[in-house]
């Protein structure tokens, strides 16, 4: 089975724009065969189809082609709700211009300007434009960007508009490890090995971690909990490292030796992928929880439940456990994330290891707008178990 880069760690490009605009002919051409339905007929894109691709300069990466800003079929509301849901994962948006005109496609590129999403303009079909270069300069004095000229279908302006795309990606790389070890380190990484993983396979959060440890020139060494005293006696010192699952905290932590730093892959991908800060902050709100109050579990994967699943059994019994039976407790799973959250007291997120850093900073800020307080799996299990303060998560 050939192995690719997780769609997780992809950069998510988005095509907006009309209907019939050229957005699936445009992301057939970006993809180089045809992947989705080209079509006159009004509405053909019903639903957001994306494609893993690969782009000189800017690496593996995800297109999203979406429905058509101006739907105004029976659908069209839902159809226009999943497309405004794309840009909360969006990290690159290209907005399809393709006359003078465009008030929906203003409203999304003010929407980008304030989630701060780079953004390229473009005006497609310029072959079929009478006057192009006239909507060119419209479309570039009414939205004040450098608009790019292209056509989908005979390829004109299309490297441009890759050009585009890789200068919008200006992040620098980051590691789930950054600051917490270091070439030559010897990392102890304990893994439960649970039925939620498929047999024959580790879960994403291992992999990811036991790669870029091998590539950042660590030595990783890894242990199942009921293996870990003896893992620790073989290496004869400790590790600089020890990365476990959140679950196995407290077993861990009786276990680890004083000099060695502890923490879990949970925390890593929430430093990783979201704002561990606001998170610690976050857990605060626990002195508050009683057997009254609301709280969100928010899974980013849609795996069938497990007897012992960490964040749909594990977690909320221990939460009814310390706070009462009467703990209200909603979970939801994959894309499904509440618009409203205020009725909830506290949101305690995975480490979302299946969705991209920008997907997890939009839930986060969600949050934050409407003064919910928002953890994770990783910050609370430590807080629950009383060894936050002795465990690092920044």
């Known amino acids: 089975m ?14 907006f724009g009309r209907t019939n605009a050229g957005k699936s002919t445009l992301m057939n051409r970006l993809v180089g065969y045809d992947i989705a339905i080209v079509s006159p007929t009004a509405g053909t894109t019903t639903d957001p189809v994306q494609k893993a691709i690969e782009i000189n300069g800017l690496g593996a990466a995800i297109i999203i082609d979406t429905p058509g800003l101006d739907d105004y079929t029976e659908l069209g509301g839902e159809r226009m709700a999943r497309t405004a849901k794309v840009l909360d ?7 399809l211009f393709t006359s003078e005109g465009g008030d929906a496609e203003m409203q999304i590129l003010e929407e980008c300007r304030v989630r701060e999403i780079p953004t390229i303009v473009a005006v ?13 300069d419209a479309v570039a004095k009414r939205t004040g960007a450098k608009v790019i000229a292209v056509s989908a279908l005979t390829g004109e302006g299309v490297d441009a508009l890759r050009e585009a795309i890789v200068a919008c990606r200006g992040e620098e790389e980051r590691y789930i490890t950054e600051g917490f070890c270091k070439a030559g380190d010897r990392v102890l990484l304990v893994m439960p090995q649970d039925k939620a993983a498929p047999k024959g396979r580790l879960i994403q959060p291992q992999v990811q971690t036991i790669r870029e440890l091998l590539d950042r020139g660590c030595i990783p060494i890894c242990c199942t909990p009921d293996r870990m005293a003896e893992a620790l006696a073989s290496l004869g010192s400790s590790p600089e490292l020890i990365i476990t699952d959140s679950q196995a905290f407290n077993d861990v932590y009786q276990l680890k030796p004083e000099e060695s730093t502890l923490t879990s892959f949970s925390i890593l991908f929430a430093r990783y992928k979201g704002d561990i800060k606001l998170f610690t902050e976050g857990v605060k709100a626990l002195k508050n929880i009683n057997e009254n109050s609301r709280v969100l579990i928010a899974e980013a994967c ?10 749909r059994v594990k977690l909320p019994r221990i939460l009814r456990k310390k706070f009462g039976e009467g703990l209200h407790i909603d979970i939801v799973g994959g894309a499904e994330y509440p618009e409203d ?26 949050a934050r707008k409407q003064g919910v307080a928002i953890t994770n799996y990783g910050v609370i299990l430590a807080a629950l178990g009383g060894i936050l303060d002795r465990v690092r998560v920044e």
Do not use: W
């Open 124 to 136: 497609n079909q310029v072959d079929r434009l009478e006057s192009s270069a006239a909507v060119v």
């Open 2 to 15: 050939a192995l690719t880069t997780p769609t997780s760690e992809r950069v998510h490009i988005s095509l």
């Open 89 to 95: 994962k969006t990290d690159i948006a290209v907005v």
């Open 302 to 311: 849609t795996h069938t439940p497990q007897n012992e699943d960490i964040g």
């Open 341 to 366: 959250l205020t009725q909830y007291d506290l949101v305690i997120h995975c480490g979302a290891c299946m969705f991209n850093r920008r997907h997890v900073l939009s839930r986060i800020e969600r």
